[in-house]
């Protein structure tokens, strides 16, 4: 090609590449990444953040997609190195979160989630009866049984914190250690099987399985309620502002907070088990991290 023709080219080219940049903002083909940890069925799951990054997507004129993860870790691993930009976390997840992605901010929880509970579980045959206080808890000593996720606030975290509180240690219970059945839904499916003789979960997700029928009342049944304590949150990546324009961690703050219980929002509303979102901060959560430094969690 002549030199000539070869500069045309070229001129043509870095006045397109001008165009182009000027046309189309920086953040213009940016999606926000969302996800969850994976602490139920992944079919209500996909069911349920599918609606929501619909709705988040209309509310703020950007691109929203849900991105599942196979575990607990992997949830906090995606958003420290930028996979995900808002997840769903558990009150321990959303620490670990915040303390390996500085400058992460803490926007919202649901209602429920200021008191939060777990509850202990029981195999009708376990002969195991109702516990009315944390020193009742000696009484699963040698029992055979098992927590959620390794992970999960309400499945092992808190649970263990109050047997601890009560002097037994996992090492006290049959085969000399506790079983780990990877979900909540999951906990309910080997107690009421009777593969675990008790078992402890998020108190929400037991109340949520019991109302849809997913529960035999004659194999397994509750025989504590924890204190209450501070759980799941919403957490958002730092430099979304830079991403995806100044005021967007807002507005998405905002958007969390405006889901109304009707259309799609009430669906959200019902699968989440909440009545609405409010604000939260990251001082709510002191506590959680104080017990997950204390049972080795958190170092």
Do not use: C
Not at 16 to 45: H, V, Y
Not at 70 to 76: D, E, K, L, R
């Amino acid at each position: 090609m002549p030199a000539r023709e070869r500069r045309a080219v070229a001129f043509s080219l870095a006045l397109f590449g001008i165009l182009s940049s000027t046309a189309l903002p920086s953040w213009a083909a940016e999606t926000l990444r969302i996800g969850a940890i994976p602490d139920q069925n992944p079919e209500k799951l996909n069911r349920l953040y599918g609606l929501l990054a619909k709705q988040l997507s209309q509310k703020l004129n950007v691109p929203v997609r849900y991105i599942p993860v196979s575990n607990y870790p992997a949830s906090v691993s995606a958003f420290r190195t930028g996979g995900l930009d808002l997840v769903w976390f558990g009150g321990l997840t959303g620490v670990q979160a915040r303390l390996q992605t500085p400058g992460a901010v803490v926007l919202a929880q649901r209602d429920i989630d200021a008191k939060f509970r777990s509850v202990f579980i029981a195999n009708t045959k376990s002969g195991l009866q109702p516990i009315s206080n944390i020193q009742g808890l000696k009484s699963l000593q040698g029992k055979r049984f098992s927590f959620g996720s390794e992970s999960s606030t309400s499945g092992r975290l808190m649970p263990q914190h109050f047997l601890q509180q009560a002097g037994l240690k996992p090492s006290q219970f049959a085969g000399g250690k506790a079983g780990f059945s990877g979900s909540h839904d999951a906990t309910i499916a080997v107690v009421q099987s009777g593969s675990y003789e008790v078992g402890a979960l998020n108190e929400q997700v037991w109340n949520s399985n019991l109302k849809n029928g997913k529960v035999d009342p004659t194999k397994v049944k509750v025989i504590w309620r924890t204190p209450t304590y501070v759980d799941y949150h919403w957490v958002a990546r730092p430099g979304l502002d830079k991403r995806f324009g100044k005021g967007f961690t807002t507005k998405l703050q905002q958007a969390l907070l405006g889901i109304q219980p009707s259309g799609n929002g009430k669906t959200v509303l019902e699968l989440f088990g909440a009545e609405k979102f409010i604000p939260a901060s990251a001082s709510q959560y002191r506590a959680i991290e104080t017990v997950g430094r204390q049972l080795g969690k958190i170092r």
